[in-house]
């Protein structure tokens, strides 16, 4: 591969979060709506003899290539995605009961412990945005990510271009191509959901959320708040792209199949036979993956796309155990702690966070006390339990 020449693009990429139509397409043309945009800058002379491979065109774009240049395209069939067709119904409920059935109970359970339980609200930065807080937005979101990715041990490709996404996203923001969407535990966000908009489609492209909460089901629940935002604001179409996930299986009403494209200059014989090379060794390659006869060196050579590697030195979650106690245990003498107060207290978020998913209690009724160094009381209305740390 390293004797062919060509220059990688991801179509999602440049369209959605760059905002830009890769040159080689004069028109895309949205299958959704019947609309059309056509790229407004002239062809740059100096791609005419490149060759791109260009990843992940969805199909409900049609794209025209330039022929006034000479382009051609070899096209290949890609990875799955998943979308939410929202035409034909009138609101989030409906869609649910329709695409989820059985979950959607679960979820709107979780839901509504997760208000019980805290002050919650919901905000989400579109159109306008105040700068420090799209700032402080956009830093805690990272934040979840990196706690979240360690958590599972694998690495983010996302937190590589993370300057990028904050110096572009709140400009896109303004011009309503972006959105940033949270979920708050009175001013503390804890789910944040980057976007990008194109006429009636929303992409939901980064999404994290504060594990401590993860009792809660965050993720289903940002999820149903975007598609209701989709509703409200006259969206039909939820694209929550690429990768083969449960939940994305449970709200997505259609699996759809990508193109990857071989964008070449007609005109060049070399170029040609370039890109008919990396698209016959594309093509071999997946017949290999369907066939489950690719060898582990083989794997690693991907046009399209690079794998994700796993990190290193994952963090140790911390582990405890917990003892029920009765009402006749006395907290005299104990020193009330604040777990917001300080970092020093964080590890001990998720457990009162649970503690109050199972007693079904808000956190104003909670009170929380230091016994000794590794172990706590934590108190609500009716029930307590001694927390110890290992």
């Not at 996203?169 to 804890?190: H, T």
């Not at 009636?200 to 598609?227: E, P, R």
């Not at 966070?353 to 934590?378: C, G």
């Amino acid at each position: 591969m390293k004797l062919l020449k060509f220059d990688r693009l991801n179509f999602y990429f440049e369209f959605f979060e760059k905002d830009s139509i890769i040159p080689h397409y004069r028109c895309i043309h949205n299958n959704t709506n019947g609309q059309s945009l056509n790229r407004k800058d002239n062809f740059p002379t100096d791609l005419k003899n490149k060759v791109y491979a260009v990843s992940c065109v969805p199909p409900y774009f049609d794209v025209e290539l330039d022929q006034n240049f000479g382009c051609g395209a070899f096209r290949i069939s890609s990875r799955q995605g998943f979308i939410a067709n929202l035409k034909g119904y009138d609101s989030v409920d409906g869609y649910m009961e329709d695409c989820l059935k059985k979950q959607k109970r679960n979820i709107i359970r979780k839901l509504k412990r997760l208000e019980l339980c805290f002050d919650i609200n919901y905000k989400t930065l579109y159109g306008e945005a105040n700068i420090a807080e799209y700032n402080s937005l956009f830093d805690a979101l990272e934040v979840m990510i990196q706690k979240r990715f360690s958590q599972k041990n694998i690495e983010h490709a996302g937190l590589k271009r993370w300057k990028d996404y904050k110096t572009t996203v709140y400009n896109m923001i303004l011009n309503k191509r972006a959105s940033l969407f949270g979920i708050y535990d009175g001013e503390k966000p804890i789910s944040i959901s980057l976007s990008y908009h194109f006429q009636n489609i929303l992409v939901s492209a980064i999404s994290s959320y504060d594990i401590d909460y993860s009792k809660f089901g965050l993720g289903n629940i940002q999820v149903l708040k975007k598609i209701e935002w989709c509703f409200e604001n006259e969206y039909d179409n939820f694209d929550m792209m690429w990768g083969d996930l449960r939940y994305k299986r449970e709200w997505c009403n259609n699996i759809f199949t990508y193109e990857d494209h071989v964008l070449f200059a007609k005109r060049n014989l070399g170029k040609i036979l370039s890109a008919f090379t990396i698209t016959k060794f594309s093509q071999f390659k997946k017949f290999l993956e369907a066939k489950n006869l690719l060898p582990f060196s083989f794997k690693k050579l991907n046009v399209f796309r690079k794998k994700q590697k796993p990190q290193k030195n994952k963090k140790r979650e911390p582990i405890y155990k917990i003892m029920e106690l009765d009402n006749a245990y006395s907290k005299d003498g104990l020193f009330k702690i604040n777990i917001d107060d300080s970092e020093e207290y964080a590890l001990l978020r998720q457990p009162t966070y649970d503690f109050q998913y199972a007693n079904s209690e808000h956190s104003r009724t909670i009170n929380v006390y230091e016994i000794q160094e590794k172990m706590y009381l934590l108190e609500g209305k009716t029930n307590k339990i001694k927390l110890e740390f290992l």
